[in-house]
């Protein structure tokens, strides 16, 4: 049977710090607080299962238990904007003053919902394919990462930061406890690259999102002879925009063409966003997400689709 997989990258300011400031930025990431309940809400009712890839630092509840746990090996990136441990002198005291880099509260809700699955965004929102930074360096991250998620067992599934999967680290990720990680599209225009990457990706990459450039994109899992299983990425849910709204049919369109491409072929859709995407324009953006849920409803009803989330593939 086909599966459909949603993963989301849960990561607050810990995510854009580095591409915009908090003041440009602060709208969208207090919605993002109230998109993750109503995302919650929605997956729960609709029986959707999905992968909470999340930045470690937002398990914890004060900046002092954040300054303890830290690993006292950190990315030496070239470009020393890449690197949140530069900045810590940003970060309030607790979750209450400083709702841009702790979310404890929202990390045990996603916990006791039904069906979701906690996974990992790297301890630092950390950048795998930037230079300076070393295999050591990551490890020393995911050990981290495991170590604040203590409570809520080990951490099986990983989401690379802006999808810079080094396949290079794959020992440090099983070493680690991760089972199963997000690759990404197989077209030229989603190749993993550093952050500084050519405009004609991302402008074919937008164009990807409302005519099928790069196809269905539709997938089989790969189960490595490593013990990691590849879950790549189908399409990215862009944000609601009021510019692009016009569009709108064409890209729910262009995602139900895939799901039900998969369907047909026994394969794997995933969906992926951010959270802080439907930070602003909420109710706009839970429109299109509920048309393609709607269309997955179908699917489920005719025998041909699930719904899963990344640690069900691996187990």
């Known amino acids: 049977m086909a599966s459909f997989v949603v993963s989301l990258d849960f990561e607050l300011f810990w995510g854009v710090r580095d591409v915009v400031p908090l003041s440009a930025y602060r709208d969208n990431l207090l919605g993002e607080r109230v998109a993750v309940e109503a995302l919650l809400d929605r997956f729960d009712k609709r029986g959707v299962r999905a992968t909470w890839a999340t930045v470690g630092a937002l398990f914890c509840r004060t900046r002092d238990e954040l300054l303890d746990v830290m690993p006292a090996r950190r990315p030496s990136y070239d470009d020393k904007r890449l690197s949140p441990y530069e900045a810590l002198d940003e970060i309030g005291r607790d979750e209450s003053t400083d709702p841009f880099h702790f979310a404890p509260e929202l990390v045990?809700?996603?916990?006791?919902?039904?069906?979701?699955?906690?996974?990992?965004?790297?301890?630092?929102?950390?950048?795998?394919?930037?230079?300076?930074?070393?295999?050591?360096?990551?490890?020393?991250?995911?050990?981290?990462?495991?170590?604040?998620?203590?409570?809520?067992?080990?951490?099986?599934?990983?989401?690379?930061?802006?999808?810079?999967?080094?396949?290079?680290?794959?020992?440090?990720?099983?070493?680690?406890?991760?089972?199963?990680?997000?690759?990404?599209q197989a077209h030229w225009a989603y190749a993993p690259s550093s952050t500084h990457e050519p405009r004609l990706k991302r402008l074919t990459r937008l164009a990807d999102a409302y005519v099928p450039i790069a196809g269905p994109q539709t997938h089989r899992v790969q189960h490595g002879s490593d013990g990691l299983t590849d879950v790549p990425a189908s399409s990215f849910l862009r944000p609601w925009s009021r510019r692009l709204r016009r569009f709108d049919r064409l890209r729910i369109s262009r995602i139900k063409r895939a799901m039900t491409h998969a369907a047909d072929h026994d394969e794997c859709f995933h969906l992926w966003w951010h959270p802080h995407n439907f930070g602003v324009n909420l109710a706009e953006n839970l429109t299109v997400l509920d048309a393609i849920l709607d269309h997955l409803d179908v699917l489920r009803r005719s025998g041909r689709m699930q719904s899963v989330h990344m640690g069900d593939l691996a187990a």
């Open 108 to 184: 045990r809700k996603i916990a006791k919902t039904p069906g979701q699955e906690l996974a990992t965004h790297t301890f630092s929102h950390y950048y795998c394919l930037e230079a300076g930074q070393t295999a050591d360096d990551f490890d020393a991250d995911l050990e981290t990462v495991q170590h604040v998620a203590r409570d809520y067992g080990s951490l099986k599934s990983l989401v690379f930061p802006r999808n810079q999967y080094n396949p290079e680290y794959r020992d440090v990720m099983f070493r680690r406890g991760i089972r199963a990680y997000r690759s990404n």
